[in-house]
């Protein structure tokens, strides 16, 4: 079956661009076809779905990109990351597999049971994540066709205090969380980003997530692909858990905008 609303979708931005918002979390629609395979009530679903969504983030990219002086592209996933979470290593290298959060979620951020044990993943897989990834491929290839480079802004946001499926929820959470790549965000990248966020003043590195997301054909061995993972904590624009967004959110976009200008030129 098809879901009801697209998978992804890819918002073209300027052809000289190298610059590829990335949105992977923003959306909360389950096809009814996954929905089947998740044992919670709808209650507790919406629940879920309230502090997993990294909500408001889709809006946040679009209002940048409209403030750039020259326009991003925007590939932003259209599904919830309950049916398949396309950042996530689709093998035995996903660290979160010890939480039930690899490429196919089977437990909650609370660590409950969201699918029953011996759920198989490869369908859904098949079904979402492939296509995804190939599509994000394309979409790479692409810019280094037009520009020479790429660059990927990773969108997320994370809630002010830590949930149980957090691996490094310990560590600090700042306003802005600026995650990193040894191979894949050079330090013209970083700085850029510290500058475009400079006026929060809280911007850590690394904390409490890390990393970014890079197409497994090009992680860690074609240095034109550039990457960057911005990560916001909630209470600087929105009302936690799912809640609307405040005023903070075009602050945000300002901020974001200046990155993606910055980035774009280097």
């Known amino acids: 079956m098809s879901p009801a609303v697209p998978s992804f979708e890819l918002l073209p931005g300027a052809g000289t661009s190298p610059v590829i918002l990335h949105v992977p979390h923003a959306a909360r629609a389950v096809p009814p076809e996954v929905r ?23 809006e946040l990219a679009e209002r940048a990109a409209g403030l750039a002086r020259v326009v991003p592209w925007r590939f932003v996933n259209r599904l919830s990351r309950l049916v398949v979470d396309p950042e996530r290593f689709p093998d035995e290298r996903e660290e979160m597999l010890a939480v039930g959060m690899g490429a196919v979620y089977t437990r909650t951020t609370h660590r409950e ?48 205090r830590p949930l149980p499926y957090e691996l490094h929820g310990q560590g600090p959470r700042p306003a802005i969380c600026l995650g990193t790549d040894a191979f894949h965000t050079p330090g013209p990248l970083l700085a850029a980003a510290r500058e475009a ?30 990457a960057l993972m911005v990560e916001i904590r909630r209470d600087t624009y929105m009302t936690e858990p799912g809640g609307p967004a405040g005023p903070g959110l075009e602050r945000l976009a300002e901020s974001l905008a200046a990155l993606v200008d910055a980035a774009g030129a280097l």
């Not at 098949?126 to 480079?149: C, H, I, K, Q």
């Open 36 to 58: 089947a395979g998740i044992v919670l009530d709808d209650r507790a679903l919406e629940r879920e779905l309230d502090h997993i969504v990294d909500a408001h983030t889709a």
């Open 113 to 160: 049971v969201l699918r029953a044990a011996g759920t198989d993943p490869g369908p859904l897989v098949e079904r979402y994540f492939a296509p995804y990834a190939r599509a994000m491929t394309e979409a790479v290839a692409d810019r280094l066709a037009a520009a020479g480079r790429a660059v990927i802004v990773d969108v997320h946001s994370y809630p002010t």
């Open 197 to 226: 966020f400079g006026a929060w003043g809280d911007v850590g590195l690394d904390s409490p997530f890390s990393g970014t997301y890079v197409p497994l054909e090009y992680y860690g061995s074609d240095a034109r692909v550039r």
